[in-house]
């Protein structure tokens, strides 16, 4: 069987797109190879910063010839009918087509359609160009004298060759040829640009790569990257040093070099006053190198860098990592700059006096006065919910109010959630957003906060996905609860909901970072009045501020309220945009889905109660009584639908004296029984015990259904029968909806 090697050669492409952009490459040329009638055995993609290829192996050498029938309208069809079936058979008159008889249909019209199979070569020449011309680029640019030339071809970088080869490995292959834009097909490709920039003729895939390796090029970028953290570490295990790694940074290098050459760089000891969070972005961001630690030690950092170069020097890359070190010097001298600028008092301490007074600020403080000054500019975090200020303010509040349910200090708690967001007017904060809450915490230490209230700064972003860690420290969890609740509660206010795939806002990962929160620290929340209190707190501090935006203006400056509908609508709204949440988590933990639709109710607001229900029933309903209950709370259920849909009477309260059997008594017995024992249960929030209260029913529930025939034809004997089944629902309901739960 023949095999497919296509090369599309071009100046540098982003480290960020190679990946992505093989990927296409593979699944556009694939899927219109099997469109156009071949197979294959196998199709592997690779990527250089210069080159995307594609390996197909086992591709058919023509795709079969098709003949089809496609079956026509009546002989006495309307002529727009018969125009219809032309188009679609292909036809340009219904001469083309054949006359079939049916001994019950009568004579109707069919196309008799043959195509012959093709060439591949001829395929593949005709998808190519249009692949290229199509390729799916975040960014494009034309190039050239053609680029003035409406329509000319468009690629992430200018392209400068294309290599397409096709045959069996005991033939010679030939180019499939085809051109576009000027730019013609061959079997020439080009190594390193630099160490190897000659032509290299190319016959399949395998001489390729090994061609392509005596050119100074390694083709496949796993293989760059095990190349790279292999040199990387040896290089630092021989200098005592460990490497510091970083999967990212090594995904992105590899797409920068075709040949990588590992080296070591240093700057002075003196930079290793920066801490090492802020020296290592410094490193990574502008120059694109790992760093190195002592042997041993996980905090500090050493003052020697690898870099990957593209080139094998003469001097064996000491004028590389020199020059790459005077670069980090140089940004390593802002860091410090940065590090001690946001330890220094500010300049405009005058200006900060009445935000200091608002929020109990010490201005003899550095991160107190970036607080007071993020305060001070009316710093906007949403146009309708106000500054970043007035966010604190309400946070605060939320956090004091949280403290005692988790078990926090309310003043640390406090505090924490003044200074949470102090660090975003800092000067390394502005040169690395990524570190906010992180150099928060830093700042905070030095100037001699209390533990709880530095972890909670950097921890009350988390956690900011379904992996990422959970604080555990209460105070932490208090600030980071009232963030997310806060960001919720104000754009469900507004009516700025996620909507399809679309969630500016990270709404979604602020919901399931409040499930995390609570289920993982065992927290239970009444979320309904939690949120009911906050929205007021924020609908009230939102028209404060429209009320005085409109006296300042002299009326002029016209708001309406914040709110967008009723109170109570937006808090149920928000409810069930957590359990949907609350879904998602349980399912990725394993639960029935079934048990979570059972158990979750619209006016269920205690997540840690909800999970607890579902395990409680899960474990119940492994168990023989919980099997037999719930196929008898089931039959029980649908025989109350069934009589209920008939519109049947159903006695509001059962009457013990219309009972004419010891079942319906021990039956009755068993519901008063258990209904009391669950309903104690879950008021101390045991629902294994309210489970174990209702398996009482199990033998009452069987012999009922045994001996008693629930249609009697007394209509009041009847009515009191099927109100004992509705007090099985009523009873069993306590905990779960049974008949959800299949089984």
């Known amino acids: 069987m023949p095999d497919l090697l296509l090369e599309l050669r071009s100046e540098e492409i982003p480290a960020r797109m190679q990946r992505k952009a093989a990927g296409d490459l593979k699944k556009m ?12 055995e196998a199709a592997r993609e690779y990527w250089t910063p210069r080159r995307l290829t594609l390996d197909i192996r086992g591709l058919t050498a023509r795709s079969k010839d098709i003949h089809e029938d496609i079956k ?42 043959s195509k012959p199979g093709r060439a591949a070569e001829e395929i593949i020449a005709g998808l190519v160009p249009d692949i290229i011309r199509d390729f799916p680029w975040p960014k494009s640019m034309r190039w050239g004298p053609a680029s003035a ?50 032509e290299i003729t190319v016959r399949r895939f395998d001489d390729y790569v090994g061609k392509l390796e005596a050119g100074k090029v390694v083709l496949d970028a796993d293989r760059r990257k095990e190349i790279i953290l292999a040199d990387a570490r040896n290089l630092a295990f021989a200098n005592g040093l460990d490497l510091v790694e970083d999967e990212g940074l090594l995904e992105e290098v590899s797409g920068l070099v075709e040949w990588p050459i590992v080296l070591m760089g240093e700057f002075e000891e003196a930079f290793l006053a920066i801490p090492a969070e802020v020296i290592r972005l410094t490193i990574r961001a502008n120059q694109k190198c790992f760093v190195t630690r002592p042997q041993g030690e996980s905090d500090a950092l050493s003052n020697r860098f690898i870099l990957t170069a593209n080139i094998e020097a003469k001097d064996g890359g000491k004028e590389i990592a020199h020059g790459n070190g005077k670069v980090v010097r140089a940004r390593l001298s802002d860091a410090l700059y940065f590090w001690t600028t946001d330890q220094g008092d500010l300049s405009d301490l005058d200006q900060l006096q009445a935000s200091a007074e608002k929020f109990g600020l010490d201005l003899k403080k550095p991160l107190d006065q970036r607080m007071a000054r993020l305060d001070h500019l009316n710093v906007t975090f949403h146009a309708k ?28 708690a406090g505090r924490a959630a003044v200074l949470a967001k102090a660090d975003l007017t800092t000067e390394v904060v502005g040169e690395f957003p990524e570190l906010q809450g992180t150099m928060g915490r830093k700042y905070a230490l030095l100037q001699g906060e209390h533990p709880s209230v530095a972890a909670a700064i950097e921890e009350h972003y988390k956690p900011q996905g379904p992996s990422d860690y959970v604080p555990s420290d209460p105070v932490s969890v208090a600030v980071a609860l009232a963030d997310k609740l806060d960001t919720l509660v104000g754009f469900w206010i507004i009516d700025e909901k996620p909507t399809g795939s679309k969630d500016p806002y990270a709404l979604r990962r602020a919901a399931l970072g409040m499930v995390r929160l609570t289920l993982e620290n065992g927290t239970p929340l009444s979320l309904l009045s939690t949120m009911a209190k906050h929205r007021k707190t924020t609908v009230d501090q939102i028209d404060e501020r429209h009320a005085r935006e409109q006296a300042e203006s002299g009326g002029d400056h016209a708001h309406g309220r914040g709110q967008v509908g009723d109170g109570k609508s937006v808090d ?26 059972a158990v979750i109710t619209p006016q269920s607001d205690d997540l840690l109660q909800i999970v607890r229900r579902v395990e409680a029933l899960g474990s119940f309903l492994d168990t023989e009584d919980g099997k037999n209950l719930l196929a008898g709370t089931k039959r029980a259920a649908n025989i109350l639908a069934a009589e209920e849909k008939k519109k049947t009477a159903v006695a509001e309260t059962v009457e013990p004296a219309l009972f004419q059997q010891d079942a319906e008594k021990s039956l009755f017995a068993a519901v ?28 009452p529930v069987d012999s009922f259904f045994e001996h008693v025939l629930v249609n009697d034809e007394d209509l009041s004997v009847r009515a009191n029968r099927l109100a004992l089944l509705a007090r099985i629902r009523t009873a069993t309901g306590q905990v779960a909806d049974f008949s959800k739960i299949a089984g």
């Open 385 to 412: 919910l106000g500054t970043q200020g007035e966010r604190v303010e309400r946070i605060k509040r939320l956090a004091e109010e949280l403290a005692p349910v988790v078990g926090a200090d309310p003043t640390l």
């Open 672 to 699: 008063n029984q258990a209904e009391k024992q669950a309903g104690e249960a879950i008021q101390n929030q045991d629902f294994s015990a309210a489970m174990l209260a209702l398996s009482v029913l199990r033998e």
């Open 149 to 198: 030339k409406p329509g000319s071809l468009r690629w992430v970088r200018p392209l400068q060759s294309i290599l397409c080869t096709f045959g069996p490995e005991t033939e010679e292959p030939v180019v499939v040829d085809f051109e576009i834009d000027g730019i013609r097909s061959g079997n020439i490709t080009y190594g390193h640009r630099f160490l190897a920039p000659g």
């Open 29 to 40: 040329l694939t899927d219109g190879l099997v469109e156009a009638g071949l197979t294959y």
């Open 572 to 597: 149920r709204d928000l409810l069930a945009f957590f359990h949907d949440r609350l879904k998602v988590y349980l399912r990725d933990q394993g639960a029935r889905h079934d048990l979570i639709d």
């Open 72 to 113: 026509g309208p009546s002989t006495s069809a309307p002529e727009q009918a018969v125009q219809g079936f032309l188009r679609k058979a292909g036809l340009s008159s219904i001469a083309e087509a054949h006359v079939h008889s049916d001994p019950k249909k009568g004579d109707f019209y069919v196309a008799h359609i």
